[in-house]
């Protein structure tokens, strides 16, 4: 494996001409690339369109973003004004239905982005690839005694019968305004929450110490490390994320299931599309404070024998279609299915699915 630095640009950023040259230098000397990989538009769209072996990878697309502009707008104050942005989207999307067929293979990491790119963005069915986000699942697994270190470790009393976790940028577009007021309501409302419901906080931002306003039921961690991160996963009872993005898969919530953590989540098409399929895996809810709560109160209501086989099938899900293990290994049939003159030359059609061997038939 050989690395080629690129200084940045003046900016700060990747310095798109440089690379483009050294790509063309390492392209022409010996054996050329069987494959070419781009994150997002790491190769822009004018250098891209007569590559044939090349995969580019959207996290997030312009299309995906309206639906978090939409509620965002919704949920601002009254003296708050509209962000301009939002009326400037539009022609973002257009722009890139545009430019997006230029690349030659797509790679999607979720199933709603895989369907917009086909459907909206009107690419070819068989230029656009699904290959979710994967996580080590050598690292995010159920630990029963990490869980109850953890839990002693940062104070969550024995008495506890919901824990709920929270992780992540602790800002505005992550959706934490809205847990706040919904977690203010819901202790002010209700005793059995003040008195048993316990709300670990892991992550950085300025709702960190807004959070710590509500009293001795919110633990607020601070940043963590990947280990302890993982610590934290196994001891909660449920992960809830209210994001206000739509776009992407989140890792949090894939760590999250490997760990076999119920988990809760915003109603967009990327999360209901992939993560949380059903009642059985999960919660979902509206980007509301009124939609939070209902959920947050039968999270109560279910309580720790519900949450945990929702623990269960997550898991489940998450080692069948979210470890890394999987991400890799579909990452490179995809590059073989792509690669004019792959490395293993066994008359076998990569660009198939299934192959022998996914049906247990290749011994």
Excluded at 308 to 332: D, I, N, P, Q
Aim: aromatic share 8%; proline share 5%.
């Amino acid at each position: 494996m050989s690395f080629h630095q690129t200084p940045p640009s003046p900016a700060g950023y990747l310095n798109q001409g440089l690379a483009w040259e050294q790509f063309q230098t390492e392209n022409a000397t010996g054996r050329p690339f069987d494959v070419i990989h781009s994150e997002s538009v790491g190769l822009l769209h004018g250098r891209a369109r007569n590559i044939s072996n090349l995969a580019a990878s959207w996290h997030g697309i312009a299309y995906e973003t309206i639906h978090s502009d939409v509620v965002q707008d919704l949920l601002r104050g009254p003296d708050e004004p509209r962000r301009p942005t939002i009326t400037e989207r539009l022609s973002k999307v257009i722009e890139e239905v545009k430019f997006f067929p230029h690349y030659a293979h797509h790679v999607a990491t979720s199933d709603h982005v895989g369907d917009v790119l086909k459907r909206i963005y009107m690419i070819p069915e068989e230029r656009v690839h699904i290959v979710v986000n994967g996580v080590d699942e050598s690292i995010y697994r159920p630990d029963r005694k990490m869980r109850e270190e953890f839990r002693r470790k940062v104070g969550v009393p024995d008495r506890a019968s919901l824990v709920i976790g929270l992780a992540g940028r602790l800002v505005k577009d992550k959706g934490h305004p809205l847990m706040f007021e919904a977690l203010k309501q819901v202790f002010g409302e209700e005793e059995r929450f003040r008195r048993d419901a316990f709300v670990l906080v892991a992550g950085d931002g300025p709702w960190g110490n807004r959070y710590k306003e509500l009293g001795r039921n919110i633990i607020v961690l601070g940043p963590l490390e990947q280990s302890e991160l993982a610590k934290f996963y196994n001891s909660l009872d449920v992960y809830l994320n209210p994001t206000l993005r739509a776009q992407g898969l989140d890792h949090t919530f894939i760590e999250a299931m490997l760990s076999g953590v119920a988990i809760a989540g915003t109603r967009f098409a990327s999360i209901t599309g992939s993560l949380i399929v059903g009642s059985d895996v999960g919660y979902t809810f509206l980007p509301t404070v009124e939609s939070l709560k209902e959920s947050l109160h039968k999270i109560m209501k279910d309580g720790k024998q519900v949450l945990s086989k929702k623990g269960e099938v997550a898991r489940s899900r998450a080692l069948r279609l979210f470890t890394a293990t999987k991400m890799a290994a579909a990452y490179e049939r995809l590059f073989l299915c792509i690669s004019k003159e792959p490395a293993v030359k066994d008359n076998i059609d990569y660009c198939r699915y299934p192959l022998p061997w996914d049906s247990g038939k290749l011994k």
